[in-house]
């Protein structure tokens, strides 16, 4: 019964690293940018909840809607008039200005939020019910419900819309799709503030699942990476799934190694990887 309820914890908890990863795979598949600023603003979207919930009273889950919208307006922003200067250069100066811009948005994170930890806590955070003698918790229940909302709809978005049409053939053969009359630059602006609005939406919920600070930026992009090369780019339910299989395994690693170990199980999921399937991650690259 105990691992049966580690188990459940890992997919419920998996779900919602898979939804912090949705963003980077996106970005990466369309714009060739591992966005090394990605977990930056994942805090920056925890913060946009936290402060609606303590300053103005809206409950963290109808916050989410606010944080995606502002998180999308700064996406756009920064790619529309600083990352698109080096999209389409080489991955060193790609990677360079995105670290940058990651040191830049924690450093100001410090200043305005302050170095305290934070949590979102509403009143049904706690709560819990059971099912066939497995605890589930509400909060990680809703978080789960959210990330498989959300890659539905990025799924949708991608394969059922004209924007979704402009994107692939933006990623596929950006020659061809301005021949068709895309424009490169309104696409990757786009594109870029979608991946941060999904960001945006994990901050809001892993605030209210664990804890805030602005230095949290760094070890979420780390994990949205090595989930990112798991999933792949292409399929946004690929990269949930890579999300459940981390979560598992590290909830896996919490019980019979101890919680210390977690974060190292990622990473040796990477190297796993591309020790046994480096053409995957090639692939996924």
């Known amino acids: 019964m105990l691992l049966a309820q580690v ?8 779900a919602l690293y898979g939804l912090m990863a949705l963003g980077m795979a996106l970005v990466w598949g369309v714009l060739n940018i ?3 600023a990605h977990g930056a603003l994942i805090m920056l979207g925890g913060y946009v909840v936290y402060y609606c919930y303590t300053l103005l009273g809206i409950d963290p889950l109808l916050a989410l809607p606010v944080a995606m919208a502002s998180m999308f307006a700064t996406g756009y922003l920064l790619q529309r008039f600083l990352l698109n200067l080096i999209v389409r250069g080489a991955l060193l100066n790609t990677l360079l200005i995105t670290f940058g811009l990651d040191v830049v948005i924690t450093y100001l ?3 305005v939020f302050t170095a305290d930890f934070r949590t979102i806590n509403p009143s049904y955070s706690g709560a819990n019910f059971m099912l066939l003698g497995l605890t589930v918790p509400v909060l990680r229940l809703i978080a789960f419900g959210i990330a498989l909302l959300l890659s539905s709809a990025l799924w949708f978005l991608l394969n059922k819309s004209g924007l979704g049409r402009a994107i692939r053939a933006t990623a596929q053969n950006l020659v061809a ?6 424009d490169p630059r309104q696409v990757y602006a786009v594109t870029f ?3 941060a609005a999904l ?10 699942i664990s804890h805030l600070t602005p230095y949290i930026g760094s070890s979420l992009t780390a994990k949205s990476f090595v989930i990112a090369i798991l999933g792949g780019l ?9 999300g459940i299989v981390v979560g598992v395994a590290e ?3 919490a019980l019979y190694i101890g919680p210390t170990y977690t974060d190292v199980v990622s990473f040796l999921l990477l190297v796993v990887i591309l020790v046994v399937r480096p053409a995957h991650a090639l692939r996924a690259a």
């Open 251 to 253: 909830s896996l690693a």
């Open 34 to 36: 591992v966005n090394l």
């Open 177 to 182: 799709a301005r021949l068709y009359g895309v």
């Open 7 to 14: 188990l459940l914890n890992g997919v419920l908890l998996g």
């Open 193 to 195: 503030g979608i991946g």
């Open 109 to 111: 994170g410090q200043v």
């Open 234 to 242: 292409a399929n946004p339910f690929k990269v949930i799934l890579g």
């Open 199 to 208: 960001a945006g939406a994990a901050g809001g919920l892993y605030g209210m």
